[in-house]
T-cell receptor, first 115, second 112 residues
Framework: AQTVTQSQPEMSVQEAETVTLSCTYDTSESDYYLFWYKQPPSRQMILVIRQEAYKQQNATENRFSVNFQKAAKSFSLKISDSQLGDAAMYFC????????????FGQGTRLTINP | NAGVTQTPKFRVLKTGQSMTLLCAQDMNHEYMYWYRQDPGMGLRLIHYSVGEGTTAKGEVPDGYNVSRLKKQNFLLGLESAAPSQTSVYFCASNVLRTGELFFGEGSRLTVL
């Protein structure tokens, strides 16, 4: 079974600086999707960024980018120019392409932005 | 476009009581999921459905039942609530092409 591990329960960063959240996963599949979801205090789950495993190019969405290392099974999220609105829980998630396409989530990292 | 809607948003139960959480999606998605979120454990899959009339167990199915009588609705039932089922419950539906899950706003359930 696939597993996703986020080893940083909490992280903090100064406003306008850059922070990187770590995620590792375990799978025997060769093709899959990886995601980062953001959960602000409102509790809503918001998709931040998505990466297809067959793509070598790292995904980017404005201030958010990933470092996808397929061989190392690592998928870190970099947030540049951190803003107060970035404060939230961040979840890394894995989804295979076969079967019911269930998302497997990591434990989450709580990100605090210091003004 | 409402997306994924969960009702109720909050509920307090006594041990042994039963209740049903309703999830409705208006995006014509085939796949639907129920997750629970507990501190330090991320989201864990309870049950899921790959189409109308089908359901399957996820990672933590004990104490829950589900039904998918209509494509747009996915119900999660607790027949005899226990304090261990105190949690935040999320429903989601799946865009097959992109793999993205669309989530409801969550339902906070407290079992006393």
């Amino acid at each position: 079974a696939q597993t996703v591990t986020q080893s940083q329960p909490e992280m903090s960063v100064q406003e306008a600086e850059t922070v990187t959240l770590s995620c590792t996963y375990d799978t025997s599949e060769s093709d899959y999707y990886l995601f980062w979801y953001k959960q602000p205090p409102s509790r809503q789950m918001i998709l931040v960024i998505r990466q297809e495993a067959y793509k070598q190019q790292n995904a980017t969405e404005n201030r958010f980018s990933v470092n996808f290392q397929k061989a190392a099974k690592s998928f870190s999220l970099k947030i540049s120019d951190s803003q107060l609105g970035d404060a939230a829980m961040y979840f890394c998630a894995y989804r295979g392409i076969q079967g019911a396409q269930k998302l497997v989530f990591g434990q989450g990292t709580r990100l605090t932005i210091n003004p | 476009n409402a997306g994924v809607t969960q009702t109720p948003k909050f509920r307090v139960l006594k041990t042994g009581q039963s209740m049903t959480l309703l999830c409705a999606q208006d995006m014509n998605h085939e796949y639907m999921y129920w997750y629970r979120q507990d501190p330090g454990m991320g989201l864990r899959l309870i049950h899921y459905s790959v189409g109308e009339g089908t359901t399957a167990k996820g990672e933590v199915p004990d104490g829950y039942n589900v039904s998918r009588l209509k494509k747009q609705n996915f119900l999660l039932g607790l027949e005899s609530a226990a304090p261990s089922q105190t949690s935040v419950y999320f429903c989601a539906s799946n865009v097959l092409r992109t793999g993205e899950l669309f989530f409801g706003e969550g339902s906070r359930l407290t079992v006393l």
